[in-house]
């Protein structure tokens, strides 16, 4: 009787892994074809590089200040600095709350664990020009800016 049970389960989930086969892969083809994808390729990277990415924004608690970031440098909470997963070092970005659209142009000096989302740990100098100090978290968008424009 067991197997029975078992054998009528396995056929129901394969039964749901075929009909759910199709739905994945129907987009993926659809963007492989047409020639408007190919001729909008080089434009769509700039205009996601002004418009930037939205992820979280927390702020360094107050037992960070004076220790070594990895960068070498020291937090100063007095500084608008910032740690971001991947983004270099000495890259300047511009962060827009969008809560309230206050913004701040931040230096990346520290490395925080990388997420999911998009996210970056602001000191609490950026944090309290953005608007969000004592809150502890807020949605922002975050904008690398070019060497020519910083």
Same mark, same amino acid.
């Given at each position: 009787?067991?197997?029975?049970?078992?054998?009528?389960?396995?056929?129901?989930?394969?039964?749901?892994?075929?009909?759910?086969?199709?739905?994945?892969?129907?987009?993926?083809?659809?963007?492989?074809?047409?020639?408007?994808?190919?001729?909008?390729?080089?434009?769509?990277?700039?205009?996601?590089?002004?418009?930037?990415?939205?992820?979280?924004?927390?702020?360094?608690?107050?037992?960070?200040?004076?220790?070594?970031?990895?960068?070498?440098?020291?937090?100063?909470? =007095?500084?608008?600095?910032?740690?971001?997963?991947?983004?270099?070092?000495? +890259? #300047? &970005? /511009?962060? !827009?709350? $969008?809560?309230?659209?206050?913004?701040?142009?931040?230096?990346?000096?520290?490395?925080?664990?990388?997420?999911?989302?998009?996210?970056?740990?602001?000191?609490? =100098?950026?944090?309290?020009?953005?608007?969000?100090?004592?809150?502890?978290? +807020? #949605? &922002? /968008?975050? !904008?690398? $800016?070019?060497?020519?424009?910083?």
């Amino acid at each position: 009787m067991a197997s029975l049970n078992l054998r009528g389960t396995l056929t129901i989930c394969c039964m749901i892994g075929q009909l759910l086969s199709p739905v994945q892969t129907l987009p993926l083809q659809a963007e492989e074809t047409g020639p408007a994808s190919t001729t909008q390729g080089p434009a769509a990277p700039e205009a996601e590089e002004t418009a930037g990415v939205e992820g979280l924004a927390t702020y360094y608690a107050n037992s960070y200040n004076g220790k070594r970031t990895n960068s070498g440098h020291r937090y100063d909470p =007095a500084k608008l600095t910032a740690a971001h997963p991947t983004l270099p070092h000495g +890259t #300047r &970005v /511009r962060v !827009i709350n $969008l809560a309230n659209n206050k913004q701040v142009t931040v230096t990346i000096n520290d490395r925080c664990r990388s997420r999911k989302q998009p996210f970056i740990d602001l000191s609490r =100098a950026a944090a309290k020009q953005l608007g969000f100090l004592g809150k502890g978290i +807020t #949605r &922002v /968008r975050i !904008i690398p $800016l070019n060497e020519e424009s910083g």
